[in-house]
């Protein structure tokens, strides 16, 4: 609806907050009502009706948690389930912002605000409310990022409510939980989505290229340089910057970056001019907060400087029923990739999906279904045909623990022999001098 139409009640126990919305809203809406004590609520609701709402989340002064505000939220949202409810707070964190737009309000917001910024949160909550059809980001997924678990759920709330903005983003995770896709999918969603997405693979770079790939040169700055060369702080000008791996930078390369952060601009090697820079930073690393929090590791400074909100995808082994919706999704992938299929998922192959701890999360699933369909025989993926990354196990077997000389050897002539028939049981068999069933049995005891 019209913000000129809107009918507007405001709650807080700042008579200053209430006369600086009243002043600000006036002019703009039909009617604003404000109040201090939340116990008016329901008087003040009881016989008319308001198209919004405006609600302090805290008003005992000793504590702070924004249990009050979540709830009057529910005590409003009972009352007129359609009114669209904003919710303001000084002591606000993404934690509390998941919980309040999971249970039902429309906006979230930390003072001190803008009045720009509430002024367009009201006009989008009327909006929403005057679409209650619309899909949410959250259940579609973001840029091709598939779950619906309820880890998963809590991650796209985190990303509907942080990409428009441009706080500076960390995403935690372990290797293979799709970090990239994230930050591609924060830029995509954000107001920069016209400008350049630009990725650099920080923890890869030697102290000299670290240099010359973010800060650029000028022709003539060392052997080589045979021309000017826009480094990448620069090249994601009014767009993304996408540093991934940030845990592995050196100390030396931490106060470079640091600085660039801190005053944004840069100056190319061999030149003497600093360049203005303006970007959206998005990092990711597979270490925790906790990691880089030591000192002796990471600056504490730059970890705040980059850490403005911070995100944690989940490893697949935690996403209980995305693993097979991921299945079936590269099995159709593939499936189209190598002109085969479609395929099904027998169910031994999906107990056999979920039995997995899956060390090499998504990125595991993704390989193991692409050798799955390059070997079935038909259309039906089975267990058999699901062959896991020996480079993960190896990876994830505790230290100390081998099999005897003769099982690695069988397992080895096994695995040879299958790679060789590509994925061919039968004929595996034949060559290997045993039964079908009986490769079967050591295909499952050593978990092939």
């Not at 706080?167 to 350049?196: F, W, Y």
């Not at 020996?390 to 000389?405: D, F, L, Y």
């Not at 695995?415 to 079908?436: D, F, P, Q, Y």
Request: hydrophobic content about 40%.
């Amino acid at each position: 609806m019209a913000l000129r139409n809107a009918h507007l009640l405001v709650i807080d126990d700042d008579e200053d907050v209430l006369v600086a919305l009243r002043l600000l809203f006036k002019p703009l809406v039909k009617e604003v009502v404000t109040a201090r004590n939340p116990n008016q609520i329901g008087s003040l609701m009881h016989g008319r009706k308001f198209d919004a709402v405006i609600l302090d989340m805290n008003f005992n002064g000793l504590v702070h948690t924004g249990n009050e505000g979540l709830y009057w939220l529910a005590r409003i949202r009972e009352h007129s389930p359609e009114t669209a409810i904003i919710l303001i707070t000084a002591y606000g964190d993404i934690d509390l912002a998941i919980r309040s737009l999971k249970e039902g309000a429309t906006d979230f917001l930390v003072k001190p605000w803008s009045n720009e910024k509430i002024t367009q949160a009201l006009q989008e909550a009327l909006q929403h409310r005057a679409e209650p059809s619309r899909k949410s980001p959250r259940k579609e997924g973001f840029s091709g990022i598939l779950g619906q678990s309820p880890v998963m759920d809590d991650v796209f709330v985190k990303l509907r409510k942080v990409a428009p903005t441009d706080a500076n983003i960390l995403i935690l995770g372990e290797n293979g939980t799709g970090k990239d896709l994230v930050a591609q999918a924060i830029h995509e969603c954000s107001l920069r989505r016209e400008g350049p997405f630009v990725k650099v693979d920080v923890g890869a770079l030697t102290e000299t290229l670290f240099e010359s790939e973010l800060f650029g040169y000028r022709k003539g700055a060392f052997t080589g340089a045979h021309e000017d060369r826009q480094g990448r702080f620069e090249a994601a000008q009014g767009g993304t910057l996408f540093l991934d791996e940030i845990g592995n930078i050196s100390l030396g390369q931490q106060v470079r970056l640091l600085t660039v952060l801190q005053n944004r601009q840069v100056t190319p090697l061999g030149s003497n001019t600093p360049i203005p820079v303006e970007f959206r930073l998005i990092c990711a690393t597979n270490l925790s907060l906790q990691d880089l929090a030591d000192e002796h590791k990471f600056r504490k400074d730059l970890v705040y400087r980059i850490n403005t909100v911070d995100i944690t995808l989940p490893p697949l082994r935690e996403r209980g029923d995305d693993i097979g919706r991921l299945a079936r999704h590269f099995a159709g992938l593939y499936a189209d990739k190598y002109h085969k299929g479609p395929f099904e998922l027998h169910p031994d192959f999906l107990k056999k999906l979920k039995n997995h701890p899956f060390p090499g999360n998504v990125r595991e699933l993704q390989y193991a279904l692409e050798r799955a369909v390059i070997m079935a025989e038909d259309e039906q993926l089975r267990a058999e045909d699901l062959v896991f990354s020996k480079i993960e196990r190896q990876a994830s077997e505790p230290a100390g623990v081998r099999t005897s000389n003769l099982e690695t050897l069988e397992k080895s002539t096994i695995l040879r022999v299958i790679e060789k028939n590509k994925g061919n049981i039968s004929k595996s068999a034949r060559e290997l001098g045993i039964t079908r069933a009986a490769l079967y049995r050591r295909l499952d005891k050593y978990d092939i």
